[in-house]
C-alpha cells in the first residue's frame, strides 16, 4: 500500500514540475535574452546598379535578441552559458519611451546608417555624392541626462566637438566614440540664436554602457543625390551597427578588384559621413557569429578591439578607426 501511494505521490510530482516546466517557456519576464545573432552575406542585401560581381563575401554580423521567459531566466542565472546573457528591458529603453518608439527609432538610424554608407563608399570609389541636412533636431530632453535644463525641445545641433553635423546619425556616431564622463562641445541654433554648451556624457538609464547627453534627436531637412541607385533588402535588420560593412559592400560592388581577394570577411561598426567607424555594443555575440559562420576575417572599431579580442580565438582580427585602414590593409595582405 505504501509502496502503491509513493508511485502515486512521485507521478504527481512529476506531472507538477512537467506542467511548470512547459508553463516557465510561455510566462515573461522583464529580461531580454542576448545571444549570437545572424552572420549573413551582405550581396543578396545590396545591389547597386550595373555592379562588379565578386567571389568573396563581406557578411554582416548581428547580436540576437529575444523576450526572456520564466526558463531563461532560471536557466541563464544558474548555469551562466558562456553564449547568453539576460539584460533589462529597462535598461535599454530610453526614458519615456516605449518598444515601439524604441524600434522606430532603430529603423531611422538604420535608414541614415545606409545613407552614410552610399555617400562613403561612392565617394571612394572615385564618385561626385551630395548629402545634406541641416542638424539634428532636439525632439526630447530627458530629465537624468547632461542636457536637461539646458537644451530644448526644437533646438536644432548644428555641430559636436567642432565636426559639422548633418543628420542625427552625425550626433550619435560622435558622441558614442567618446568615454563617459567626457565634455563634449555643442553649437545649437535656437530660433536664429547660435549657442554652445559644454555637457558630460554620462550613462542613462536606458543607454546602459554606452555614453550620453540625454536627447533624443531626428534628421532635419536632409537631402542626397546619390550617382546610382542601390537596392536594399534589409526588412528585419534596424539599427547603425552595420554601417561599415554596408560601405564596403557598396564599395566592392562598384570597383572591378575584389578587395575580399575571394575571402569571406564580417564586421561592424557604424560609420559617418567622413569614414570613421564608430563603436557598438554586443561585439563579444558578433564574434561568436562570425566564427560559426567560418569567416576568415572580421572588422571590428578601434573602441571594441579589446573586448574583442578576449572572444576572438583563432579568428583574425583587423581593428579600424575609419574605412581607409580596412581598405589599405585589404589592399596590402593579399592572403589575409
Not at 530610453?94 to 561612392?122: C, G, H, R, T
Not at 537644451?151 to 566637438?161: A, F, P, R, T, Y
Amino acid at each position: 500500500m505504501q509502496k502503491k501511494n509513493f508511485k502515486n505521490l512521485s507521478s504527481k510530482l512529476f506531472g507538477i514540475i512537467f506542467v511548470l516546466f512547459v508553463i516557465s517557456h510561455f510566462v515573461p519576464v522583464p529580461y531580454q535574452v542576448m545571444e549570437p545573432g545572424v552572420a549573413e552575406e551582405l550581396s543578396p542585401m545590396i545591389e547597386v546598379d550595373s555592379a562588379y560581381q565578386n567571389e568573396g563575401e563581406f557578411l554582416l554580423t548581428a547580436v540576437g535578441t529575444k523576450r526572456a521567459m520564466a526558463w531563461d531566466y532560471f536557466y541563464i542565472t544558474l548555469f551562466s552559458p558562456s553564449d547568453k546573457e539576460l539584460s533589462s528591458i529597462r535598461d535599454y529603453l530610453p526614458e519615456n519611451m516605449d518598444l515601439n518608439q524604441y524600434i522606430e527609432l532603430m529603423a531611422e538610424l538604420m535608414e541614415e546608417s545606409k545613407l552614410q554608407a552610399q555617400a562613403v563608399a561612392f565617394e571612394k570609389a572615385g564618385y561626385q555624392v551630395q548629402i545634406s541636412g541641416e542638424g539634428a533636431l532636439v525632439v526630447q530632453v530627458m530629465e537624468n541626462g547632461s542636457a536637461y535644463n539646458k537644451l530644448e525641445q526644437g533646438d536644432l545641433i548644428k555641430s559636436v566637438d567642432g565636426k559639422k553635423v548633418e543628420m542625427a546619425a552625425d550626433a550619435v556616431n560622435i558622441i558614442k566614440n567618446r568615454k563617459i564622463g567626457d565634455l563634449v562641445e555643442l553649437k545649437v541654433l535656437r530660433e536664429e540664436e547660435l549657442l554652445e554648451f559644454n555637457l558630460r556624457t554620462v550613462e542613462l538609464e536606458g543607454n546602459k554602457g554606452s555614453p550620453s547627453i540625454g536627447v533624443l534627436i531626428s534628421s532635419q531637412g536632409l537631402e542626397y543625390d546619390i550617382p546610382r541607385k542601390v537596392n536594399f533588402k534589409t526588412e528585419n535588420i534596424i539599427g547603425p551597427s552595420a554601417g561599415g560593412v554596408f560601405t564596403l559592400e557598396i564599395y566592392n560592388q562598384l570597383t572591378e578588384r575584389d578587395i575580399t581577394n575571394g575571402k569571406k570577411i564580417a564586421g561592424t561598426g557604424t560609420i559617418s559621413l567622413d569614414g570613421k567607424l564608430g563603436r557598438i555594443d554586443g561585439v563579444k555575440y558578433k564574434i561568436m557569429a562570425a566564427k560559426k559562420a567560418e569567416v576568415d576575417l572580421f572588422i571590428v572599431p578601434k573602441e571594441n578591439y579589446e573586448t574583442a579580442a578576449q572572444f576572438a580565438g583563432d579568428l583574425k582580427l583587423i581593428k579600424a578607426d575609419n574605412i581607409n585602414d580596412v581598405l589599405n590593409y585589404l589592399k596590402q595582405d593579399q592572403s589575409l
